[in-house]
C-alpha cells in the first residue's frame, strides 16, 4: 500500500460504515480525478530505475486494481491486510495452506458443503486432521482439542441450518491456547459482523455472495488481524496463485458500494419472510436467527447488527421440496445466495451434495430443507409465489 494510500485509508477507517462503503481511500483516481478505481489491464510493469523496483512489478504478485479492493475489504473488516482470490473456495483453501502435514483444526460441523468437501476429500490426503463438533456448544469445542491442534474454523450463522456459534468466546479461547482462529463472514459480510474487532484472526467470504451482490462475478476474499499472518497470506496467495482478475476486483467494489442498501432492504424482507413461514402449519422448521424462537438469537444479537438475508426452511420431504423448486416463479432455483433477485436453494442437491447423507441428516440438513436467499423484489409479491407453490 502507497503512504497516499495508506494515509487515505486512515481517513476512512474514521468514517460510519455506510460512508466507508462509498469513501474507503481509493474512490477518486488521484492522477485522473475519476470516480472509479481504474482497471489496469496488465500483466507486468516497467522498472524506470532497476535499482529502485516499483510497487508493482507482475499482476500475480500484485496489481493497483486488485491492491484497491483488498484494501477496502481490509477497511470495512477492521484488520490490518486484505486479500482478493478467484473463488470463495480459492480463499478458503489458501488460508488452510498455513497448515502442515500432522496438523489438526477444529471446524463448524454443519459448514459450507465446499469447505467440508476441501477438509474430507483433499486436506486430509496431506494428513492434515479435521474434527467436526456443534461451535453452539463451547465445551464440544474445547474437548475436541489436541497437542497438534492448530486453528478453529467458524461459521456463524452456519450454513444452510444457521446457528450461532459465540464468536467472542470461540476466539479468547483460541488465543489462550495459541491457536488461529478462522470465521467465514460470508452470510453477515461486515454490514453486520465483524469478527475481527471480537478477537477473530483471519475473516473470510466468498464474496460472489453479498459484497458482490449481483450473480456476475466470482471472488473470495480475506482479511487477517495481524501484520504477521498478513505477511503469511501474502506468501500463499502469491506462491499458489490464486489471485483475482482486475476485472473482476472492478465489478466486485462497484458491487460492494450498494452493500448497505442492498442488505437493509433485503433484511427488512427476510423478516417478513421468516415469520410468515413460521406461521404456517405446513412447515416443519424454519431457521432465522431474527426469529424470537431462535436458540442462538441472544448470542447473535450481541455480536451482529442484524439478522441478515437468508432464511431456511424444512418442508416436510424431498419429494415435496423438489415440488415446490419446480413450481416458484420469482426466485431463481440455482446454487449461491445474496444477490439482489431472489434465489431459492436445495442443499442436499447444491450447496451440501458433497457431505454423505447420513453426515447431511446428522447435521440437521433433511432432504426436505430449502435456503431462501431474499433479494430485492417486493416481499409480498414472494411471498405470494412461495404460497402458491407451497399449496401445489
Do not use: C
Request: net charge negative; proline share 4%.
Amino acid at each position: 500500500m502507497s503512504e497516499q494510500n495508506h494515509n487515505g485509508n486512515e481517513q476512512a477507517s474514521r468514517l460510519k460504515f455506510d460512508t466507508k462503503l462509498l469513501h474507503f481511500g481509493d474512490e477518486v483516481d488521484k492522477a485522473t480525478g475519476a470516480s472509479s478505481v481504474p482497471i489496469y489491464q496488465a500483466s507486468t510493469f516497467h522498472h524506470f530505475d532497476i535499482h529502485n523496483p516499483p510497487q508493482h512489478d507482475y499482476s500475480r504478485s500484485g496489481n493497483p486494481t486488485r491492491q484497491a479492493l483488498e484494501d477496502y475489504i481490509a477497511l470495512l473488516e477492521g484488520g490490518v491486510r486484505g486479500f482478493a482470490y478467484s473463488s470463495g473456495m480459492a480463499a478458503i483453501s489458501s488460508v488452510f495452506m498455513m497448515f502442515s502435514a500432522g496438523d489438526h483444526v477444529i471446524v463448524t460441523e454443519d459448514v459450507y458443503g465446499g469447505t467440508y468437501r476441501l477438509l474430507t476429500s483433499i486436506l486430509n490426503r496431506m494428513n492434515i486432521e479435521t474434527t467436526f463438533v456443534d461451535m453452539t456448544n463451547l465445551g464440544e469445542v474445547k474437548a475436541a482439542i489436541k497437542p497438534n491442534t492448530k486453528a478453529v474454523y467458524i461459521e456463524t450463522p452456519s450454513n444452510p441450518t444457521l446457528k450461532i456459534t459465540d464468536i467472542g468466546a470461540v476466539a479468547s479461547w483460541a488465543q489462550e491456547n495459541n491457536l488461529i482462529s478462522i470465521l467465514d463472514n460470508t452470510f453477515m459480510t461486515p454490514y453486520y459482523q465483524r469478527p475481527i474487532e471480537l478477537g477473530v484472526d483471519i475473516v473470510v467470504h466468498s464474496a460472489t455472495k453479498f459484497l458482490g451482490g449481483h450473480s456476475d462475478v466470482l471472488a473470495g476474499l480475506a482479511v487477517a488481524r495481524t501484520d504477521s499472518l498478513g505477511r503469511q497470506l501474502k506468501q500463499l496467495q502469491n506462491g499458489l496463485g490464486t489471485v483475482l482478475g482486475v476485472q473482476e476486483s472492478w465489478l466486485l467494489m462497484r458491487g460492494m458500494k450498494t452493500l448497505g442498501a442492498r442488505m437493509a432492504h433485503s433484511e427488512q424482507s427476510t423478516a417478513k419472510l421468516a415469520a410468515w413461514l413460521s406461521g404456517r402449519s405446513d412447515i416443519e422448521a424454519v431457521f432465522y436467527p431474527g426469529l424470537q424462537e431462535h436458540p442462538g438469537r441472544e448470542v447473535h444479537e450481541r455480536q451482529s447488527t442484524g439478522y441478515g438475508a437468508v432464511v431456511s426452511f424444512d418442508v416436510g420431504s424431498g419429494e415435496r421440496a423438489k415440488a415446490v423448486l419446480n413450481r416458484v416463479k420469482l426466485p431463481i432455483v440455482a446454487v449461491s445466495l445474496g444477490a439482489v433477485e431472489s434465489i431459492l436453494s436445495y442443499p442436499a442437491m447444491m450447496s451440501h451434495a458433497a457431505m454423505p447423507a447420513e453426515v447431511r441428516r446428522d447435521r440437521g440438513i433433511t432432504d426436505g430443507l430449502l435456503r431462501f436467499s431474499v433479494g430485492l423484489e417486493d416481499i409480498e409479491d414472494l411471498i405470494t409465489d412461495l404460497d402458491q407453490a407451497l399449496r401445489g
